[in-house]
């Protein structure tokens, strides 16, 4: 007899491996796939798949898969056939360790069956993974692609040419939240008043227009600042800011603008500096 106060342990424990209830209630057969869909924004960013199956024959086999997504947020899949088993764990993680909340959405759902009669048969993950915080099925708190804070992002806009207005697309399958925009215009020698005005607009109607309360003659350089929480203050010197809508957020086709009236094909309007909080959109 053992004495487990003495530390005496009983002999080797011998499992059955046949008729033993499944430590997991998802039981998969060959007709059933995983697959795994991604939106990211880093280059080069490959995720792997980790699987733990419960065979058939009592043997838990392990297997890994790896996915190179596009860095464009257009979704990456990759399709993982299935033998008849019982589905342990699936782990999700990247190899790029900046990988932050925000720059990789992840989705991996069970499908049922083959050709026209595949379905979805089961929503196993669905959340950002990152380089600290991987993924893992059963136990994973599911997460929409646009819960929660998003990706905080300073983005420096194209240059316009000389005599052209600043236009900033929001681009595919990303949702801005615009925290703030830091324009500058220099003015050329040319006689006359610009009246610099801020459009946001959903590429053909406009949704805001913010318009500077003084005008910028020749030969002046000012800067321009929209951003969250600011009052309306008139130009001092050379610098003229003022508020934007606190909850706007702007998906893909949406754009913000300058129209300038009175602007001469020798005004220079310079790269735009913006802050944008960023989700995905599946």
Known sequence: MSDYASGTWPPEIVLGVQNVPPPTALYVQKTDQLRLSVWNTLASQALFLDLRLLMPDGQIVANQFRLVATSDRVVSELTVAL???????????????????????????????V????????????????????????????????????????????????????TESVPT?????????????????????????????????????????????????????????????SPTGSIFHAPLPAELRI????????VTTGLFAADDWASPVYLVEEWLEE
């Open 83 to 113: 033998p008849e088993c019982f589905l342990l764990s699936a782990v999700i993680w990247p190899d790029n360790l900046t990988t932050r909340s925000g720059h990789t959405y992840t989705r991996l759902v069970l499908l049922r069956g």
């Open 115 to 166: 050709g026209t009669a595949l379905s979805r048969g089961q929503l196993l993950l669905s959340n950002y993974v990152t380089s600290t915080a991987f993924l893992g099925w059963p136990g994973a708190q599911h997460r929409g692609s646009q819960e929660g804070f998003g990706l905080i992002r300073g983005i420096t806009g194209a240059n316009p040419a000389a005599g052209a207005e600043v």
């Open 173 to 233: 399958n990303a949702v801005w939240h615009i925290m703030g925009i830091r324009l500058n215009l220099v003015t050329s020698v040319d006689a006359g008043s610009r009246i610099v005005v801020l459009v946001i607009d959903d590429g053909t109607t406009n949704i805001h227009a913010i318009e500077a309360n003084a005008a910028q003659t020749a030969s002046q350089n000012r800067e321009y600042t929209f951003a969250v929480g600011l009052d309306l203050k």
């Open 251 to 258: 998906s893909e086709g949406y754009r913000f603008r300058t």
